[in-house]
């Protein structure tokens, strides 16, 4: 199994491929943290989502791009808690 290189969005994982991958801040300038999937206008879009939701959310979308589930649930469970997002401490 390989796990995405470079930088990731430090919400969802997704890794930053151009720089229309990344989110927005307030003022609109690019955001170098989060994804545009996760963060707009200096806000995440799904602000009461815990990370374990998160994770299903992302399960979900490996399934749909072809990944086997278990596949898929064993990379969000290894990369999204240790996302800045997410870390603990």
């Known amino acids: ?7 990731l ?8 491929q151009k720089p229309e991958d990344h989110g927005t801040n307030k003022d609109g300038s690019r955001n170098n943290e989060y994804c545009h ?3 707009q206008g200096g806000r ?19 399934v749909k791009m072809g990944m086997p589930e278990e596949t898929a649930r064993h990379m969000a469970v290894k990369i999204l ?9």
Not at 1 to 7: I, S
Not at 44 to 62: A, M, P, R, S, W
Request: aromatic share 10%.
């Open 81 to 89: 808690p240790n996302l800045k997002r997410w870390k603990k401490g």
């Open 44 to 62: 995440f879009l799904d602000d009461c989502v815990t990370v374990q939701e998160k994770i299903e959310k992302n399960v979900k979308i490996g």
């Open 1 to 7: 199994m390989e796990f995405p290189q470079g930088p």
């Open 37 to 39: 999937h996760c963060f």
């Open 9 to 16: 969005c430090q919400s969802c994982g997704m890794p930053f």
